[in-house]
């Protein structure tokens, strides 16, 4: 029987939420031709700031365009996203709120979700997401109470301004949900085998075109664009942090072959991976 996993999110034991500040520097870093965050899901409730930007957000079927404001995930959703455009003052706050946490404080946000449309108008979030990064990247030894206490401002904030009970509707495009989980959670545990289309079609009993057309609705990639962009995810950091040979590590993440590997990073990364390794080598 398959299991279904959800991406794991590591807090802080002193700050229960997983905070993030991204600018050009660090997007382009690591996203630097495509910026694409293949579909995922976890418990936690993901809750960002993205300014100077343009992303798409799929959440399910449904494509969201969203610039210069917040994307919202609730729990356990599959999600991916992508790039559209970004300029010179990128500035991304991501905020992973721990689900322990939010259950503890509001033990019944199970049934409810946050929806950040209710409001066009998002100046009250966005004030305490200032305050929040003044906090994060001015720490001192009690800085974490402070933290902790804006985590609850933004929590709060959600709760009184953008909580929805769950309706039947959304109780069953969970259920939908749980269908593309299993595919997901088995593509990441064989992702280094011989997967084709036909055989994960097979082995979910649908016909090739059923298993293609639904594969896109839920990711927004195709299966085989989705495999190789989780494949390169895998192996990028055994081709930054080892010294381990193109051909070792193309095999060990499942590319056909070393020049697979070589394409699909260069087309990511604008250069090959060896030239990449050696450039990040001599900047550290």
Same mark, same amino acid.
């Given at each position: ?116 449309? $209710? @409001? +066009?108008?998002?100046?009250? !979030?966005?004030?305490? #997401? =200032?305050?929040?990064?003044? *906090? ?43 269908? $593309? @989980? +299993?595919?997901?959670?088995? !593509?990441?545990?064989? #992702? =280094?085998?011989?997967?084709? *289309? ?87």
């Amino acid at each position: 029987m398959e299991t279904v996993k959800y991406e794991k999110i590591v807090h802080s034991s002193q700050i229960p939420a997983m905070i993030t500040i991204l600018r050009k520097e660090e997007i382009h870093h690591f996203f630097q031709n495509d910026l694409f965050i293949p579909a995922h899901w976890h418990r936690s409730i993901e809750v960002s700031l993205i300014d100077h930007a343009s992303v798409v957000l799929q959440v399910g079927k449904e494509k969201t365009v969203i610039e210069n404001d917040f994307t919202c995930i609730n729990s356990g959703v599959v999600h991916s996203l992508w790039g559209n455009s970004y300029d010179e003052e990128v500035h991304c706050i991501i905020v992973i709120l721990s689900y322990d946490f939010v259950r503890k404080v509001y033990p019944n946000i199970d049934d409810v979700v946050f929806d950040l449309s $209710i @409001k +066009k108008d998002h100046q009250d !979030l966005r004030l305490l #997401y =200032q305050k929040l990064e003044k *906090l994060y990247l001015h720490q001192n030894e009690t800085t974490y109470l402070s933290i902790a206490a804006c985590l609850l401002e933004i929590l709060q904030c959600l709760l009184d301004n953008y909580m929805i009970p769950k309706d039947k509707t959304m109780r069953n495009s969970a259920k939908n949900q749980e269908k $593309i @989980k +299993k595919v997901l959670s088995y !593509l990441h545990d064989h #992702y =280094q085998e011989d997967l084709t *289309l036909k055989s994960m079609a097979q082995h979910y009993s649908m016909s090739p075109e059923h298993f293609s057309r639904k594969f896109h609705n839920y990711t927004g990639r195709t299966f085989r664009d989705y495999k190789t962009n989780y494949r390169l995810m895998k192996a990028y950091d055994d081709i930054v942090n080892s010294d381990s040979t193109i051909q070792d590590i193309s095999q060990k993440h499942g590319f056909l072959n070393v020049k697979s590997l070589i394409k699909a990073f260069s087309e990511n990364y604008g250069e090959t991976p060896l030239k990449y390794r050696k450039k990040r080598q001599k900047k550290a």
